[in-house]
């Protein structure tokens, strides 16, 4: 079912800080990935979520199993992929 960009952002930081130790220990990380490629959190571009979602995962390399790294990385370009064109 295609989601809305803005829809896909709040999943992707919901799995991130479920990964990462919940909101308080993960959100300096998700706001500094959004602030580097110039995304807003209510209006991000696919490409733009692209970039934090490899910028997030290459947070967890070291801390997580690869195949975790991996999973996570197929589920959420999974969901930027099914955005509904605007």
Do not use: H
Not at 5 to 12: G, K, P
Not at 59 to 70: A, M, N, R, T
Request: hydrophobic share 45%.
């Amino acid at each position: 079912m295609p989601m809305k960009a803005v829809e896909v952002s709040d999943e992707i930081v919901c799995r991130f800080c479920n990964l990462n130790g919940g909101l308080e220990a993960a959100m300096p990380f998700i706001a500094y990935q959004f602030k580097r490629v110039g995304a807003d959190f209510s209006d991000p571009t696919k490409e733009q979520l692209k970039d934090i979602v490899e910028g997030l995962l290459a947070l967890l390399v070291g801390c997580k199993p690869p195949d975790v790294v991996e999973r996570e990385r197929r589920i959420m370009l999974r969901w930027i992929d099914n955005i509904e064109p605007t």
